[in-house]
Structure formats: C-alpha cells, structure tokens
C-alpha cells in the first residue's frame, strides 16, 4: 500500500468502502433467496438448506461483520459531519471495528 | 579525512512527458535535511537537477516533495528520521502536473483556490471603522484555526480524492474557503458556499484525514471540510437558499 | 445542486437505516440459532403488517443509499461520468428497490 496511505483513517475510509461494496454485492443474492418463497415454503427451504454448510455459515459471519462495520462507521461519519469536532476518530474507528467483531463473533458462535 | 558514512537516494527525473529514478551516493553529515540531500546532489553530482526551495527553515513551504512516498516539506525533514536501511527515494509532489525533475505546476492548485473563492471580500473602506470582531467568539476561533496556511499543497498531494476526481477542490482551498466564512466582514458568503458546495466540492471529502496527517502545520482541513458539509446542508433546508440556487 | 442533493439522499437514507440495522442484526443473531428454516422465518413475517413496512422501508433506503455510494466508487474509482454514471446508478437503484420489494413481498405474502 503507497506510503501516504499507510495511516488509520485512511484504513476506516477503505473499510468502509469497500463493506458497502461488499454489501451491495451481497443484496441481490439475498433478495434471490428470500424471493423463493414466491415458489412456495418448499422451495424457500431448499434454499436456506443451502447455505447450511460451514462456508456459507462463514460467509455470513464475514456479511454479519460488513453490516456491522459498515453501520458503526457510518455513525461515526453521520457524528462527523454533523456535530462539531472531535479529535476521536482514530479511537472511534477502532472501537467500530472491535464491536462489529464482537458482533459478528457472536453471531458465528450461534450459528455453529 | 574521517570516511563518511553514505545513503542511497533515488531522485525522480523528468518532465510532463515522463521519466524515471536516478540514483545518488550522497554523504552523510550530522542533522542533516532532505533539503540538504538534493542540494548537495545538485551541486556536486548532478548540476541539471531542478527543485525548488526558498526559506529553507520551514515558513514557505516551497521545499515539499514526496520523501519515501509522504509528502513533507524538505527542509524540516531529518534524514535520520526518515531513512531506511540509509535509502531515500525523493519524487516531486503527487497529484500536481511536473515541470521538470523535483519542481511541480502549482497552477491548478491555486485555480482551484480561485474557484473555491478563496479570497476575501469586504464592503468596507478606509471611510469605515475598524471591524469589531471578538477573538474570543466562536466563528473567529474557528477561522483562526484554519488561517495559517501557506498553500504548500502538501495537503492537495496527500489527498486521494483529489488524484481520483479531477474537479475535486482539494483540502486546501476547502480550508481557506471554510475560514472565510467564519469571517464575519466577508461579503461572499453565499458565492462561496455555492462555489465550494456543487461538484468537486466539499461534499466530495471522504474524510480520509491525510491533510490533517500530513499539515506541516498541524491545520486540519477534514474538520473545515466537514464544517462546510454542515453549512451547505442547513443553507438547503432553507427554502430561500433552494430557489436562489436551483 | 444534484451533488448537494444526492448526498442529503444518501445521508437521510443512512440515517433512516440506522434502527432498521440494529433490529435487523438483532433477529439475525437472534434466528440463526438452530439453522435457519422456512417455516420459522415465514411465521414470523407472512401476513406481518409490522415486519412488511420494516423491511419495505428497509429496501427503499437501502436502494436510495447503495446506489449512490456505488455512485463515489463508480466516478472515483472506475472514473465514469455523464451519461453512462447516472444510467447504471439508476439501474442499480432501481433493480435493487425491484428485487428488495419482491422479496419482501415473498416472505410477508401468502
């Protein structure tokens, strides 16, 4: 990564980019899913069965921490953009990783 | 004749047409600058080699250049803090046209300047009394922060969005647009809010922070950017600013 | 004034998002225990008034917000602009709000 790059909140930027390309990405294929329950509960079923295996299930936790990241970054830029200055935001953008971890964690821990 | 330790410093040549790396065998010497590096270079190695420097003790900031891939002004750059393994790589700033070698076209940096208004413009004369302006209140505060730029364009340099949109205004102008609007004897408020709000304006900022990283001094145009964020969003829901202004 | 007006767009989007975000990370961690199936998740939303507008909102924002972040990414990264920038946005907003209805439509339907 070029040298000037190599700084935090550059690394937020970037992690916040590229969780909304990532999502985005992500959306069509789960208003595919969903949309099989046009096809009847069996149908939608057997879609759900498919993401049953253990890389679907780590898939979704990957997703699980892309929404969280994305939205507790997202908090972080509505804050500064709208409320007056704060010298945080190196602290705030690692603690919005941190929690979407520990999130996303807690979702995998379920799911398994 | 003590033997003097030496580093490795690959320099930038060329022009707008294109060039490469040059590489020099530079002596070192105690407290030694950047500055000092391509002087010497350029007096004792390689007499073409162009750069530009004024003061020379960090005010103009005519010195910045890209030192191992981050914009600084070379003069207040110690050699010894910023070399590895004794090698240097010295490039003219980034996102700015190249005159030749290590000397970059400053025009469209002070364009974008212009067009972001960035001049004052008051109603007063001498007829009129002095302005009297707190410095204690907060929109004077504010414009103080951001008043100590010295166009360096280290900033512009350090900022991706100006590399990835061309219209993009740039921190700098940004800042300076910001404290002008902060000053109350400024008569272009709503000009300038328009110029520095519409395409490549600050609404393009994706506070990446690499000018407030990277100031020489310690200016922080993501906040003054984020400040005019604000002002161009409240102007809008006011219902007189959206039919001047489309 | 489109710059100003597709970033309030989007900033409104993300702020209306918010909740909707936490509930709906809230029933993810909350249903995925057990594995997911048709039936739990069709009980809970088919004939929910509640859970329709939720996720309908939740469509409609996220087709307003995803397309114009695609929009940054497309101009700045990909370096399109004009024409073609504003029809593919188009496009993607409009396929996602299609798609994101008709799946909201499919688990809140009978």
């Known amino acids: 990564m070029k040298a000037h790059r190599r700084q935090p909140l550059y690394l937020a930027f970037l992690l916040h980019r590229l969780s909304g390309l990532g999502l985005a990405l992500f959306l069509p294929l789960h208003f595919y ?20 295996g253990p890389l679907v299930k780590f898939a979704e936790f ?3 921490f892309l929404l969280a990241v994305h939205f507790f970054g997202g908090l972080r830029l509505l804050a500064l953009e709208n409320l007056s200055w704060s010298n945080r935001h190196k602290t705030l953008a690692a603690l919005a990783v941190a929690v979407s971890f520990f999130i996303a964690c807690g979702f995998l821990l379920r799911a398994v | 004749m003590q033997d003097l330790d030496h580093i490795q410093v690959k320099v930038w040549r060329g022009d707008a047409s294109g060039g490469g790396f040059a590489e020099f065998d530079v002596p070192q010497q105690p407290a030694q600058t950047v500055l000092d590096v391509v ?4 007096r004792h190695a390689d007499s073409s080699l162009s750069y530009r420097f004024a003061c020379r003790v960090g005010m103009c900031g005519s010195c910045a250049m890209m030192v191992n891939g981050i914009p600084r002004w070379t003069c207040r750059t110690h050699v010894n803090k910023v070399m590895r393994d004794k090698r240097l790589t010295i490039e003219p700033l980034r996102n700015l046209p190249v005159i030749k070698d290590l000397a970059c076209d400053m025009s469209e940096f002070f364009d974008k300047w212009k067009r972001a208004e960035g001049q004052f413009s008051g109603k007063d004369s001498r007829q009129q009394p002095v302005a009297a302006i707190s410095p204690v209140e907060p929109a004077r505060r504010a414009a103080n922060a951001a008043i100590e730029c010295i166009n360096c364009a280290i900033c512009y340099a350090a900022c991706d969005v100006v590399k990835w949109n061309p219209d993009y205004l740039g ?30 304006g600050c609404l393009s900022c994706h506070s990446q922070q690499g000018c407030a990283s990277y100031c020489p001094n310690e200016l922080n145009p993501t906040g003054s950017i984020a400040g005019l964020k604000k002002m161009a969003a409240s102007a809008f829901m006011k219902k007189k600013y959206r039919e001047r202004h489309g | 004034m489109v710059e100003l007006r597709l970033y309030l767009a989007q900033r409104i989007s993300a702020a209306i998002m918010a909740p909707l975000v936490l509930v709906h990370l809230g ?10 199936s048709a039936d739990e998740i069709l009980a809970r939303t088919r004939g929910s008034l509640l859970w329709g507008g939720f996720y309908g909102l939740f469509v409609i924002a996220v087709a307003v917000h995803a397309s114009i972040g695609l929009r940054n990414i497309l101009s700045e990264w990909l370096q399109l602009r004009g024409l073609l920038l504003g029809g593919l946005c188009w496009f993607i907003g409009l396929a996602l709000l299609a798609a994101g209805l008709r799946a909201v439509a499919a688990v809140v339907g009978g």
Do not use: C, K
């Not at chain 2, 002087?39 to 350029?42: D, N, R």
């Open chain 1, 33 to 52: 899913v969903l949309g099989r329950a046009l096809a009847g509960e069996a149908a939608f079923d057997a879609a759900l069965r498919w993401t049953e």
């Open chain 1, 62 to 64: 990957g997703l699980v």
């Open chain 2, 39 to 42: 002087t010497w270079i350029q």
């Open chain 2, 171 to 200: 921190p700098a102008a940004l800042n300076r647009a910001w404290s002008l609007q902060n000053d109350s004897r400024d008569r272009r408020h709503d000009e300038r809010l328009q110029a520095v709000s519409g395409d490549g």
């Open chain 3, 27 to 36: 029933v993810m961690i909350y249903a995925i225990q057990g594995g997911l």
